[in-house]
């Protein structure tokens, strides 16, 4: 069975050590991460998606440090992305064993390619990966940001080496869903998807105002999908209060109930606690359809 399977939720640690996205340093540090981090393993949380892009490294290093202070190895998620100066499978290799040693250990749980890159066949990233896994630098490997049909291509590149495609990463949130018809096939194939930005950067939480909507990438980013946030918001809010939660644990629960693995972010303590509060939370079928429908 594909261990990704038994992790409900995960932890995206894109806010670790970013600073020109998301402002660590300024707004939140080292401190408030290593809190989250074991807020998070406390809730019962041990999955954790990084990459060696994230802070520029600095996203695999928190991580590890994390991990070795508290004496317990969470599963652990990286990835390569194919800057157009790597584009072989020795540079997916090369980067893998970087991570490796950021995080400091011997084999990740999942190693993905963050995005395809054009010039550059699948057959050659499957290759690569497969390669990784023959000579246990990962336990697992997976591709992020595919179609419908790389994700085939992808599957049976895979399939020749004999390894097997564990998860596919992509947007999925109550505003993004454009995978959501597929899920019951991946999980027949044995495939995980796992949601990044699940809580679209903030905008399912209920703390932005869609009529004031935020300058830089996240308001450019869900602008054309404001209509959308205004109708649902006010069910999100309403469905919240009367199960005694928050807007963003309906939104993550959402998407376990249909079968995803979400990431959110966690920049601190209450963040990670937010979270999880999902883990607990049933929808009913009504529910569901209702948020389906706003």
């Not at 806010?15 to 080292?30: I, K, P, S, V």
């Not at 994390?66 to 090369?94: C, H, N, Q």
């Not at 040693?101 to 054009?118: I, T």
């Amino acid at each position: 069975m594909n261990p990704l399977f038994a992790h409900p939720m995960g932890i995206g640690t894109w806010a670790w050590g970013d600073r020109l996205f998301w402002g660590y340093g300024r707004d939140y540090g080292e401190e408030d991460l290593r809190r989250a981090f074991l807020a998070a393993l406390e809730a019962g949380i041990l999955l954790f998606d990084t990459t060696e892009f994230y802070g520029f490294g600095l996203s695999e290093r928190l991580l590890g440090r994390f991990a070795a202070e508290a004496g317990k190895r969470p599963y652990l998620v990286s990835k390569f992305f194919p800057y157009p100066w790597r584009l072989s499978r020795k540079s997916l290799i090369r980067a893998l064993e970087g991570s490796l040693k950021r995080l400091g250990v011997e084999a990740l749980d999942l190693y993905l390619l963050h995005w395809p890159w054009p010039p550059v066949p699948l057959r050659v990233w499957a290759e690569a990966l497969a390669e990784a896994y023959e000579r246990g630098l990962t336990r697992g490997v997976g591709f992020s940001n595919l179609s419908l049909a790389q994700l085939e291509e992808a599957k049976a590149a895979l399939d020749r080496h004999g390894v097997p495609l564990l998860a596919l990463q992509v947007e999925y949130s109550l505003l993004v869903r454009d995978w959501e018809a597929h899920l019951p096939a991946l999980r027949r194939e044995g495939i995980a998807l796992m949601a990044y930005s699940p809580l679209a950067m903030g905008w399912l939480t209920g703390k932005l105002d869609p009529e004031n909507p935020p300058g830089g990438y996240r308001g450019r980013k869900y602008r054309p999908l404001l209509p959308k946030v205004k109708a649902l918001l006010p069910v999100l809010k309403e469905l919240a209060q009367a199960k005694g939660t928050t807007p963003a644990a309906l939104a993550l629960r959402y998407l376990m109930a249909k079968g995803a693995l979400p990431i959110p972010g966690a920049k601190n303590e209450a963040q990670a606690r937010q979270n999880a509060l999902a883990l607990a939370l049933r929808l009913t079928p009504e529910e569901v359809a209702r948020l389906e429908a706003s």
